[in-house]
């Protein structure tokens, strides 16, 4: 009996041990299976925990299907994600779209979600998107019909369409960065918003040839300047100049230049800066805007925008050869200049209007909102300005910042 009892545990124990092995083995087949994608969720809680239509950089999502565990790397169109092995089980993986370069998107790897393990690989089409568009200036708000516009901002590929007042851009070319576009202004073009619209979503600029809204001078129809440089509507100085326009020019300056004579500075009469209903609103709220067309390599010297008082206690300078390294800087043709109000600020050691900006529309102002404003150019330092100075000037007004 005890042979029998032995042979008969014996038996039993080979046969769970081959139970076993043969689970193990299935198990082991499972595991060693390519990685399968069925759906992609958002990360976020209820109610955003659904299944997503779209994914961007920078979005953490989860991809959800089987035999997720043994994936090694993940590709969005074509560029590889960072990942947290400790939050990837068999069946979810979570991951972080990665940064995408869309204009550098592998050939045949658009849209798509690619997972690799050693046991094999899988691609996932699915829409992958840019961030919705940034659109933060252009080149010229007065582009005239039928020229080239450049639109400055972020995301600015993969655009659809852009559409202005009366009529849809055409000749759209963006850099590969997204930073900026180029588009033809449609010859039907009126005046209102420029709507731009890429895959990653839409937004809009304001505003395009608008004439009106918080227009101070624009020489025309909208005259405040009484006196100091010319008014003219020359085509020949400054090609693209709609209608009439002021002109700042001068020779070479001495150092501690303030002479605002000699065609040196636009005077305006007295103009509603902000409106006096608004007085309330953050200076950030605001930003002066005109036009400008450097004709001859200005290599010194500011324009200084300040108010009529003799003490010069808040203003604003302009001086784009600065921008980088100190150069001679021209441009080809009209562009549009936006400074922040909060620019208008103090003097102090380093010059005027290099110190603390103004507290309030109020103080920039007064109690109405208005005052005259005033152009100069002027050289504040030490140094001679050896360079000529040259510009026209047009559509001077204060908007809402975009």
Same mark, same amino acid.
């Given at each position: 009996m005890?042979k029998?009892?032995? %042979? ?7 046969? /769970?041990?081959?139970?076993? $092995?043969i689970? *193990?083995?299935? !198990?082991?087949?499972?595991?060693e299976?390519?990685?399968?994608? =069925? ?8 109610p ?6 779209k ?6 999502? &989860? ?17 590889p994600?960072t ?10 993986? &979570?991951?972080?779209?990665p ?50 516009m450049?639109?400055?901002?972020? %995301? ?7 559409? +202005? ?14 930073? *900026? ?9 009126? *005046? ?24 101070? /001078? ?9 006196f ?28 501690f230049s ?11 009469? $007295?103009?509603?800066? &902000? ?5 309330q609103?953050?200076v950030?709220?605001? &930003? ?13 010297g ?15 300078? %302009? =001086? ?23 620019? +208008?600020?103090? !003097? ?28 100069? %150019?002027?050289?504040?330092? $030490? ?20």
């Amino acid at each position: 009996m005890k042979k029998i009892f032995k %042979y008969q545990s014996g038996l039993f124990i080979m046969l /769970c041990v081959f139970m076993i $092995a043969i689970q *193990s083995s299935c !198990k082991k087949q499972d595991n060693e299976k390519p990685p399968v994608i =069925e759906r992609i969720r958002a990360i976020a809680p209820a109610p955003n925990d659904s299944t997503l239509t779209k994914v961007g950089s920078g979005q953490n999502v &989860v991809i959800q299907g089987a035999n997720l565990k043994s994936v090694s790397a993940v590709y969005f169109s074509g560029f590889p994600a960072t990942f947290n092995a400790a939050l990837v089980g068999d069946n979810n993986f &979570v991951v972080t779209v990665p940064s995408i370069l869309f204009s550098n998107i592998p050939q045949g790897q658009e849209n798509t979600i690619r997972l690799v393990s050693k046991y094999g690989e899988t691609t996932f089409k699915f829409p992958v998107s840019p961030p919705p568009p940034i659109v933060t200036s252009v080149s010229n708000e007065y582009t005239l019909p039928g020229q080239t516009m450049t639109i400055y901002g972020q %995301y600015l590929y993969l655009i659809t369409n852009i559409t +202005f007042p009366g009529g849809e851009g055409t000749n759209i070319v963006s850099r590969p960065d997204g930073t *900026s576009c180029t588009v033809t202004v449609p010859t039907t073009a009126t *005046s209102g918003d420029i709507i731009l619209k890429t895959q990653g979503g839409t937004t809009k600029y304001s505003t395009y040839n608008d004439h009106v809204t918080g227009m101070l /001078c624009n020489f025309d129809n909208v005259n405040t300047y009484v006196f100091g440089s010319s008014r003219t509507n020359d085509q020949a100085l400054y090609p693209g100049a709609q209608g009439f326009y002021g002109r700042m020019f001068t020779g070479p300056i001495s150092a501690f230049s303030y002479n605002q004579s000699d065609n040196r500075s636009i005077n305006l009469s $007295a103009v509603q800066w &902000v409106p006096q209903a608004n007085l309330q609103d953050p200076v950030s709220s605001y &930003v002066l805007k005109f036009e400008i067309f450097v004709k001859e390599p200005w290599g010194g010297g500011t324009i200084m925008i300040r108010r009529d008082e003799s003490s010069w206690l808040y203003l604003a300078r %302009y =001086e784009p050869w600065k921008a980088t390294v100190p150069i001679p800087f021209s441009s080809s043709q009209w562009y549009t200049v936006t400074i922040p109000l909060t620019q +208008f600020k103090t !003097k102090t050691n380093n010059g005027e209007g290099t110190g603390n900006s103004v507290p309030t529309l109020a103080d920039l102002t007064n109690s109405t909102g208005r005052r005259p404003m005033v152009f100069m %150019y002027i050289n504040d330092t $030490a140094t001679p300005v050896a360079t000529r100075f040259d510009v026209g000037i047009d559509n001077i007004r204060i908007v809402k910042a975009n």
